[in-house]
T-cell receptor, first 112, second 114 residues
Framework: EAQVTQNPRYLITVTGKKLTVTCSQN?????MSWYRQDPGLGLRQIYY???????DKGDVPEGYKVSRKEKRNFPLILESPSPNQTSLYFC???????????FGDGTRLSIL | AQSVSQHNHHVILSEAASLELGCNYS??????LFWYVQYPGQHLQLLLK??????LVKGIKGFEAEFIKSKFSFNLRKPSVQWSDTAEYFC????????????FGGGTRVLVKP
């Protein structure tokens, strides 16, 4: 079954404590991307990757890092989380271009 | 100003009513256009897309959208909604003028009353 898997689904943590949200896809897709969803703002792209070792900033990259060492994995790293990064995060993948085809189930992060 | 605008934030209607959700974008030149749906508690799914050709695009679940280039619009329609269409709907645009990055609108929450 085609899947994008994110972990964890929920996380409550404190300001400044580094965290990583993992994302893995099993479809051999080239494109992967991260979005955050906030009420009234829709989804805003944080980072995207067109292939292994190729990443680029989206619209709201500040405070986030990504890496793409393998095709299937695209982790999102918050080195020093702050409360304004409290949000719902989605990872997505696509084999046909930048528009997401498959989304993960989301990760709800609360930074206190 | 938001580059992709969905003017209706909330829509409430009854079953069997017709639905039209507005989407306008501000990019000139070549665009690819999408509508996504997010059912309660679920992730986003692609409803339909426009790349080129016939500006009236048919998608899944009885939805369609019309690309009107002169109006920079890509409105979503469904002639007769069901309770199961209760969801949040997002318009999205990939514009060459914006470096081919995908930009979402703010979303429209649709509540269909049984």
């Amino acid at each position: 079954e085609a899947q994008v898997t994110q972990n964890p689904r929920y996380l409550i943590t404190v300001t400044g404590k580094k965290l990583t949200v993992t994302c893995s896809q099993n479809m051999n897709h080239e494109y992967m991307s991260w979005y955050r969803q906030d009420p009234g703002l829709g989804l805003r792209q944080i980072y995207y990757s067109m292939n292994v070792e190729v990443t680029d900033k989206g619209d709201v990259p500040e405070g986030y890092k990504v890496s793409r060492k393998e095709k299937r994995n695209f982790p999102l790293i918050l080195e020093s989380p702050s409360p304004n990064q409290t949000s719902l995060y989605f990872c997505a993948s696509s084999g046909t271009g930048p528009q997401p085809q498959h989304f993960g189930d989301g990760t709800r992060l609360s930074i206190l | 100003a938001q580059s992709v605008s969905q003017h209706n934030h909330h829509v409430i209607l009854s079953e069997a009513a017709s639905l039209e959700l507005g989407c306008n974008y501000s990019y000139g030149g070549t665009v690819n256009l999408f509508w996504y749906v997010q059912y309660p508690g679920q992730h986003l799914q692609l409803l339909l897309k426009y790349f080129s050709g016939d500006p009236l695009v048919k998608g899944i679940k009885g939805f369609e959208a019309e690309f009107i280039k002169s109006k920079f619009s890509f409105n979503l329609r469904k002639p007769s909604v069901q309770w199961s269409d209760t969801a949040e709907y997002f318009c999205a645009v990939i514009a060459r003028a914006a470096g081919n990055k995908l930009t979402f609108g703010g979303g429209t929450r649709v509540l269909v009353k049984p």
